[in-house]
């Protein structure tokens, strides 16, 4: 019986771990399509989207456009940010 309620247990604990970051990523790929449609309808006067190709073309520079921004973002930083790097160094 006790064998039982260990394997309830552990399956439970394993899909849960395995659930909520699932979740977490349908969650982030639902937000990051929203974003991207915004981006792609600004771009879509530079791509001519009357073929797939165009289509596709577009959907992955407006993904390439998101992730430079959070790059290159991220990378330089905020003025406080520069400020704390520079004093830890």
Same mark, same amino acid.
């Given at each position: 019986m006790e064998n039982r309620?260990?394997?309830i247990k552990? $399956?439970?604990?394993g899909g849960i771990f395995f659930l909520i970051p699932l979740g977490i990523i349908v969650v982030m790929v639902g937000k990051l399509t929203g974003?991207?449609?915004?981006?792609?309808?600004?771009? $879509?006067?530079f791509i001519p989207v009357e073929t797939p190709h165009g289509a596709i073309l577009l959907n992955l520079l407006a993904l390439t456009v998101i992730l430079g921004l959070c790059f290159f973002?991220?990378?330089?930083g905020t003025k406080s940010n520069r400020k704390e790097a520079e004093h830890q160094a």
């Open positions: 309620v260990n394997f552990a $399956t439970f604990i974003v991207m449609k915004i981006v792609a309808s600004k771009l $879509t006067p973002g991220r990378a330089g």
